[in-house]
C-alpha cells in the first residue's frame, strides 16, 4: 500500500520562518551629504524580508531622513548633549537590539559606531570612511586603532 502525503504543506507549516539579518547603520547625522545619501539608498533598497535595517544618528533628524521614512526604515537618533551620553545611548541600543551587522558612515560615526560594537563583540563591523585627508589627528589615531576589528 502506498500512502501519500503533502510533504510541501509539512515543509511549510513546520518550517521556521526565516531569520533576518539585523543591520545597525550609524551616520554622524542625517543630512544632505553624499555618505549620508549612499546610506539612505542602501538602507532603503534592502529586501525587508531578509533585513531588519535601523539607523541611528548622533545628532538627530535631517533631510534624509524623509528618505528613510518613506522606505518604512527605523530611525533613531542620540541627540544627546555631549559625548558620553551619547556612547551611552548607543551602547544601550546595541545591548538591546544585538544587530548581527554595524556599518558605519564617516566622521565621529566611525569612532563611536565601531568602538561601541567591538565592546559588545560585534563580529560584523563595516566601516565607510570619507577622504582620509579631512581627518583630524585623533580620528586618524582611532581609526587605526578601530581597525583591526573592521
Known amino acids: 500500500m502506498i500512502c501519500e502525503t503533502n510533504v510541501d504543506s509539512q515543509l511549510s507549516s513546520t518550517a521556521p520562518a526565516p531569520r533576518r539579518t539585523r543591520i545597525l547603520q550609524v551616520v554622524p547625522s542625517l543630512d544632505y551629504r553624499g555618505h549620508h545619501r549612499q546610506m539612505a539608498m542602501v538602507s532603503a533598497h534592502l529586501p525587508r524580508d531578509r533585513f531588519d535595517v535601523r539607523v541611528i544618528s548622533l545628532r538627530g533628524m535631517g533631510p534624509i531622513s524623509n528618505t528613510l521614512q518613506e522606505a518604512k526604515v527605523q530611525i533613531l537618533h542620540t ?4 559625548r558620553g551620553r551619547t556612547l551611552q545611548r548607543l551602547s544601550s541600543i546595541v545591548k538591546q537590539w544585538s544587530p548581527h551587522i554595524v556599518h558605519t558612515w564617516g566622521g565621529s560615526a566611525d569612532i563611536a559606531g565601531r ?8 563580529s560584523n563591523i563595516v566601516a565607510t570612511s570619507c577622504n582620509e585627508r579631512w581627518m583630524s589627528s585623533a580620528n586618524l589615531i582611532s581609526d587605526c586603532v578601530l581597525r583591526r576589528w573592521t
Open 115 to 122: 568602538a561601541i560594537a567591538v565592546r559588545h563583540r560585534i
Open 79 to 82: 541627540d544627546t548633549r555631549g
